[in-house]
């Protein structure tokens, strides 16, 4: 039974071989004349704006470039960018980047017109009244889907929290997705990027919204974003100049960027957001690490939905049990977290005195209230715990903290 199903996407989207160099003719369309470019050092150093540059030049927008974007924007970044903006005059922007950068620039554009720390409006907070300057946005990776979303994580850097922003005034106006941008993108980074939309497909496919039927529009698009990054993205890592991996790595991206907010995220993403916040470990580098874990805890929830994954995934099911079936989807998942080589979470040194309170912070996070199995404290902090003695001999593992 459907009962107030909705979907929502305010974004054009607009996908294709070099449909980033349209970015000048977007904004000309928009009577815009001066844009800011949001963006990351990385980005200027691995020559990914020529293009853009010159399609803005060639339609008479002038521009400025502000490159002080660094992973996991801290709200000082927003900050700078306000001022960076009002100083000169601008009236829209540009985001070239990943999440980092397309997290900052929408949120930059929102507190150009609205009052206030950016922090103030984390969920539960204040409400945006005003929206923004028009953003555009034109992805280097395949992961966030931020590019899409009306949604934005800032770090608070006072309480290392990240904090989830999200309002319908903050969507991009319009996504220039090019698969072209993602060519040169390093191994590791494709790797934990094109997780992390794997990520947003799962646990957007089996939350507890998704169970209860919010939006079968979203199933579709997750269940097909599951299949296409599952399929590819193994070449995407492997050979980075094969476009066709990378396009259809891309698109699933971007699928998962869409449907992923229509019901929310699981406990992989509750655990991932302390892990930036408190460690500044990159957000698809900590869902990666993750999710297997996560997926196992929340099979007996719905072994169904865990079938399905393991379909798209690849994987036979034929004959076997329903808990059997959604168990083959954490093998697959698994089996391309090893093959993509993403770190070990004893790799980032975690104090053992900071489980707990990592695991305090994940019960905090809003997507541990929709995953679809009922989580507790305990829960969260065995999760920690079983993901960073992966691999290790029992003398080597962290003691189990107890329920504070």
Not at 17 to 38: C, D, I, P, T, Y
Not at 123 to 136: A, N
Not at 179 to 203: K, N, S, W, Y
Not at 331 to 348: E, G, M, W, Y
Request: proline share 5%; net charge negative.
């Amino acid at each position: 039974m459907l009962e107030n199903s909705q979907f929502l996407c305010a974004t054009k989207i607009v996908i294709g071989k070099n449909v980033s160099l349209q970015a000048g003719e977007v904004l000309a369309s928009r009577n815009h004349k001066k844009v800011m470019v949001v963006t990351d050092k990385g980005i200027i150093n691995a020559g990914l704006l020529k293009g853009i540059l010159e399609s803005l030049t060639s339609n008479n927008i002038e521009y400025i470039i502000f490159d002080e974007v660094p992973p996991n924007p801290p709200s000082a970044t927003v900050v700078k960018g306000v001022e960076v903006f009002r100083a000169n005059g601008c009236d829209s922007f540009i985001a070239v980047g990943g999440g980092s950068a397309m997290d900052a620039c929408k949120t930059i554009s929102m507190m150009t017109v609205n009052e206030g720390d950016i922090n103030e409006y984390d969920i539960g907070g204040k409400e945006f009244t005003k929206k923004g300057p028009d953003v555009i946005t034109i992805p280097t990776t395949s992961g966030t889907g931020s590019e899409v979303t009306q949604w934005a994580v800032i770090t608070n850097e006072r309480k290392n929290w990240k904090s989830s922003i999200g309002s319908p005034l903050m969507a991009p106006v319009v996504a220039l997705v090019d698969p072209v941008m993602t060519l040169g993108l390093p191994p590791a980074i494709t790797a934990a990027t094109g997780v992390d939309a794997l990520t947003h497909a799962i646990e957007a496919y089996t939350t507890r919204d998704a169970l209860n039927g919010a939006s079968p529009f979203a199933d579709v698009l997750n269940l097909e974003a599951v299949r296409l990054i599952g399929a590819n993205l193994r070449e995407a890592y492997a050979r980075g100049e094969n476009y066709e991996a990378r396009e259809k790595v891309m698109l699933g991206s971007t699928m998962a960027g869409v449907g992923f907010p229509q019901v929310g995220l699981g406990n992989a993403h509750a655990l991932a957001h302390p892990l930036g916040g408190h460690y500044d470990i990159p957000h698809g580098v900590a869902n990666a690490i993750l999710l297997p874990y996560v997926m196992k805890f929340n099979l007996i929830a719905c072994p169904g939905r865990f079938a399905d994954i393991a379909v798209a995934m690849g994987e036979n099911i034929d004959g076997l049990s329903p808990i059997e079936a959604a168990e083959k989807a954490v093998v697959a998942v698994q089996r391309l977290v090893k093959d993509t080589n993403i770190p070990s979470l004893r790799s980032f040194n975690i104090k053992d005195s900071d489980w707990s309170i990592l695991a305090e912070d994940a019960l905090k996070d809003m997507n541990s209230q929709t995953n679809p199995r009922k989580t507790s404290y305990q829960d969260l902090l065995n999760l920690f715990h079983e993901a960073n003695n992966a691999g290790v001999t029992e003398e080597q593992k962290t003691p189990l903290a107890q329920t504070v």
